[in-house]
């Protein structure tokens, strides 16, 4: 099901939620809205289920104009953010109440219920309450529900933020490949930008009710459409700067970082991602000020002129601190960025 | 579709017409009595509309005891007695629903237990108590027997159970003491339900009519409603000053009510709490 | 209707209020003091359940005595609400020991505390002005255990309630007989269709009409209706009811509503109610109550008992006591409420007289008054009572025989006054 | 946290010392009193202890018709007047136009007076004049004696104290829903559910204790009623004490009576009764 | 301060939550308690903070046993999964709420407040009501208030599970470096391994109640003690396998990945972080499956014998589906583990 959002606002009393949003969610794809806290993720996932009634803007489901189309009647599976599972109910019954609501018999109700909840694994969980959950426990269940009726749209209010690491991995994967199988489009809500990046299709980045951008993950991670969207993605964080170019070359903190590059000259923003450098013997040559190991990744700090800067390794790379290190820039991994209005100049 | 909604409606509000009917009759029948005449009242098939308006029931009503100083009365009772009875219930209820402390189930077993007995079983050795304390024809004795409610007590605990564990452990762990921990989360959390248990025994209170006559021998301490013996005898009642006086008698009520509904209807279990 | 409301004891002051000028009777001298004790200028305390007209009238009265007596008694009047109120409380003080110096009583209550109340005898004996003018039944009333242990106070009698315009059109009378009663429910219900026979009081009916056939109904705590006479008695009216020529109180509670409504031409009921009869477009009729074999008329109301221990008090209020009794007081009493006076003497006197020439229902009262019964106290009682009415109105709307039911209420009763 | 807080007991004593005073004390002399031989109220003096007063009771008809009565007013009382007002209070709490005006109408009961209501009603269920019968004839069924037949006194009875009750379950049902996440009806309608499985199976579970609660209330007063019966039949129990209920038959043990022991058993053994069926309940 | 948990035992009706936990959380260090959910962590905090008694064992504060002692008297902070907002108390009054029982004077109280909110970027949300507040937020306004009143230890559950990635790393960071200026002694339970490595000094790692691990975030990732934390660290996961010891060759579907090690025959569990593959001439060749790009990291698939493998290399790296690759495994990167226990054997 190709799904349009066209103009879609939502204003509460004092705040625009979501404004002027116009999206087109592809058939079958993975969609990952992401953005930060309180950027209307939420709202527009509510306004696709039909919960939240849109101030303006319509959606279209194929060709149909849902906008006014009840709930019930849309035909879609969504987890909640604070799972919403009914308290009174077991597992088990929380899993087949969709179902049942939609006829399904009541074996066969179980039997796709249990097949579901092996997928997430609380299998052993059947016949506790949602109060004798853990929280993790509780969020798989949520998915288990909304994702057992095999619904048209699936909509994800960030399922997994309640799963451990590990799981949310798996658990992301999971449904993804659901997703795959079944064949459904689906959106995906999340403020974690590795979620959004290994699972989806596409990313819409959302800032301020407002889409930034709208693209594969790859194209949203290497060219970012402004500032907000390169900081917002990355992890470590891209390193921000400024510089100037001057007859063709990108001058930072006195340090020349790519020439020939056609550009008028102005003052720039500069983004770098930590892991752009690399160890270049022709590089510039910086002291390491402090070294932090997490897991495979290295991160070395150093500065930049008076900018604090970011690289990482693997971290089986031997640096220590104080050692001097020569960097050097991977090529169009440089981030230009208009000093005012922050869109994007373009790599370099 | 669209007619099913329609045959749903009519069926909403008639049932809610009707049912509203019926609550507001009793109320409507207490006023168009209070204005009717002695023998329009007994009139059968009764009229619904007073032939002539009688106001002056009002007047004989007033006059027949003497109301200002039972109106004063009452409001001071019904005053000290819910404040106290406020703090007792919400006392009690935070220990039962809160703090450990040995032998709380049982306790509030045997409290619960004192809700199975019939309040008529407890007049007269109750007044033999408030003889022997003293206190007989004096306001205490208005006070006292009722500001401890179990009935009250078991409401607001269910209310105060309701409160997430972590609000407590969050107070905890900010250095606050269980009696902070009532006054500055629990009480202002679950001020509806506080309210809605103050404007009940607000109206017990200012109806209650046997004890209050029981305990009292002078006008100085009687309270409104024993204003309303005065219209009802064995032989018969003069309905119609019955009505005015119970008007009167209500009004207070009704206005309080009016006055106070949002608070008691809206979110009257402390619905912030989740959130 | 609880069981101390036998007789309907309140009635609001009468329409027609005329100025009651204690008229210096002959008796109106005051009694040659004896070689009285002294009392000491004292308050005393009186519970009362009177409201509406008879509470303002019992003020008056007090007051003036309060203005009058000259020995600075003072009584407080206390209004203790109805009389199922007045009798808890008194229940209460008894066990408490907190008694008033005085209250109105029924002797079906203080037989369960005789012990607190203090026998008037040497009172009456020593300091009362001619006790024999006190009408006889109220005085064997006082009597009933032994001692005189009250004085009469609000006393009520039954009365015929009858719809005078009806029975003129049909040129009825005022019944002296059962069947005078039944041929005016016969012409009655075949012109109107309507009963023109009710009772009040399910009890007193039964109990009147067996003493009306001539039998005892309870003496000494046995039964004695249990024979052809009672069963006579009952089926007396429940061939009348089933004829639809009677019919009970019911839903509408006071046989007044529906005879003042139309709905009903004719009914027996106590004089306090009197006030409450609001007559809808039609003249009402009072007569006294129709005779069986013999005259049997139920009286009803509350006497004054003493409860104060203190002697100077004792005096205090047994002055009050006589005040309350007196000709002069029993008459005013009785022309603003409508109760009867307690006195014969007070019956003559020239303001009650008139007052009994403008109120058929004083008229119809005074006649009967030697016929006056009280149905009297012992244990069980009020639950002989209660049982009796709803036994008898169990058996009309069963629709059963006298002679069935009549054995069978005969037992329970027996049962009760056996425990 | 501490195992045990014996402040606890200061939180409780308040309250304990008047319920204790005034309650329990009274409570137990009752027991007591259940159990004397000729007590004399007056000296407060026995001659023993014993089951007469339980044997007199075992065999008295009027006790036993009390007792089937009661249990027939709660039968029908307490699950009619919770279906009702449950269904009322979901209306409130639904959009429905003059919501506030409803709202206030049906709570209004609870500050009316009794004897204001009980006169009412005895005339909506007057034979001849009564807004019941009325509605009847419209349907063409004849006249029902309601208050003079011994039957039908009962059913009335019961109309007028659901009738009565409603408005305290009202309040207790609104709140309740008013504190359901809306959340829940949100998955609900994302699960397709019909609107009356939404119902059934979420408004109805998540208010069960509430449900629960007005049931034990409901048990509690109605074994307990006597001010209706009182109101409705001005001061007796209905035609021939046909409507007498339990409460009813120990007042007038009681207090006209005077038969202190016997009314103290028949409170014993109605205490006894409501502590088996619902104290088991009340979840503490 | 010094915190020492001794034998600490917690038991709910069937549950053992915790069991037998000895752990010294040393001065002024950040510790964070890592593992899955329902592994008995905020039971463990709980257990810190005085809310749970626990079942057996000991705490010390200090020389101090504290195990009896009431949480208003332990004078800690703590954060809770759930944000445990006061909800009728604006955040200004949350957060001064502590200060105040603890008799700060109202000024004192609400300036250290606002330098709170500040930090955790909430400062202009001082007069709403927690209901007014999105979930991340919500979560901030927990955090300044649990900090401000400054503890002596300091409990964070899962502090950081609502917030968006960004502000999620900034807010560690935040938290770390108040910690270090503080220097209180904290503890910072999370289900994110990623989390954990990057902000603790020492992790502790627990599965069902059970204390695995408790070392330096190096150590636990380089030198696992087990299986279950070699799985439990590291993103992408590490890949297990089964291999065998013969002759001192390590030998794994076929294909010797190390020669010469000092090990008796026999089988062994395999494990091999996706970065310690690296492209190596010598190698052995496998075919590239399908190959991921996840902003700063490429994963490669492929099947060593049966086994799917996952490499990564940043993704500039030129890798494309189809290729045939030369990899080597990085030294002392081969983790070895027993068939059996699933304990560490070293690495080779
Ligand atoms: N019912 C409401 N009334 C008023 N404002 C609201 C309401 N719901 C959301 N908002 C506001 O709208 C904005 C967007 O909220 P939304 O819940 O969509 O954010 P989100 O992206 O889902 O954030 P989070 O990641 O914290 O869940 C926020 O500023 C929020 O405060
Ligand atoms: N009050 C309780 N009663 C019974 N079992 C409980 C209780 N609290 C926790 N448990 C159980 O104890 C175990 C540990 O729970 P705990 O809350 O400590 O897990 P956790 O590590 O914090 O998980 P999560 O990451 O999901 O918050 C779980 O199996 C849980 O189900
Ligand atoms: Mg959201
Ligand atoms: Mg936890």
Redesign the pocket.
Known sequence: MNVYLQQLT?K????T??NKLTLHLEDKKLIGLL????????????MLAGLLEPTEGKILFDEKDVTKVETEKRGIGLVF?NYALYPHMTVMENITFPLINLKVKKEEAKKRAMEMAELVQIGDLLKRRPKELSGGQQQRVAIARALVKQPGLLLL??PLSNLDARLRIETREEIRRIQKEVGITTVF?T?DQEEALSISDKIAV?DK?VLLQYDTPQEVYKNPANEFVAKFLGTPAIVMTEGIVTEGRLVCQGVTLRENIGMENKRVRIGIRPEAFYRKDTGFEVPVQSVEMTGKDLSVYFHLGQERMRAIFFSDERITQGENLKLGIKTDQILLFDMDSGSSLGRV | MKGKKLIAEIFIYTALGLGAFLTLLPFYWMISSSLKDASEIVKMPPTFFPEVLHFDNYGKALKAAPFARYFFNSVMVTVISTVCTLVTTVLAAFAFSRLRFPGRNLIFSILLATLMIPGEMLIITNYVTITKLGLMDTRAALIVPWIANVFYIYLLKQFFMQMPDALYYAAKVDACSDWRYLLKIVVPNNRHAISTIGILNIISCWNAFLWPLIVTNSEEKRVLSIGLIQFQTEAGTNYELLMAASSILVLPMIIMYLVLRKQIVNGVIGSGIKG | KKVENTGAEEAATPTATEAVTPAATEEATPEPTKEAETIQPVTIEYWHAMSGGPQDELTKLTDKFNAENGKGITVKLVNQGSYDDLSKKLMGSVAAKTLPDMAQVYDSWIINYLDAVVPLDDFVNSDFDNYDDIVESYRNESKEFGKIYTMPFNKSIQLYFYNKTEFDKLGLGAPKTWEDLKNIGKTIYDADKKPALGYDDLAAMFWQLVLQNGSEFIENGEVKFNNAQGIEALNFFLDMYKKGYARVAGEDKYMSGPFGNGDCMAYIGSSAGLSYIKTNGFELGVAPLPAGKAGAVPSAGTNLAMFAQDRNKQLAVWEYMKYLTSADATAEWSIATGYLPVRLSAFQSSAYQTYMKGSEAAQASYAQIDNQYFEGAYKGANEVRSLLSSEVEAAILNGETGEKAVPDIAAKVEAILKK | MKKNNYSGYLYILPACLVIAVFILYPLIKTIFMSFYMNYDFLNNTVTGFGMDNYQYLMQDRVFWRAFRNTLLYVVFVVPCSIMISLGIAVLLNSKIKFRGFFQTVFFLPYVTSIVAVGIVWSWIFHSKYGLVNGLLHLFGIQSVEWLNRPVTAMAALIIFSIWKSLAFNIIIFLAGLQNIQPIYYQAAKVDATPKGRVFLKITVPMLSPMILYAMVMGLISGFKVYDEVYALFGGKAGPADSAITLVYYIYNKFYSNWDFGVASAAAVFLFLLILVLTGFQLRI
């Open positions: 939502k509460f009393a004092n705040v939620a979501v953005g930060p806290s309180g950027c209307g993720k939420s709202t527009t996932l509510f953010q209010d960030e809500v403020h959302l009710g």
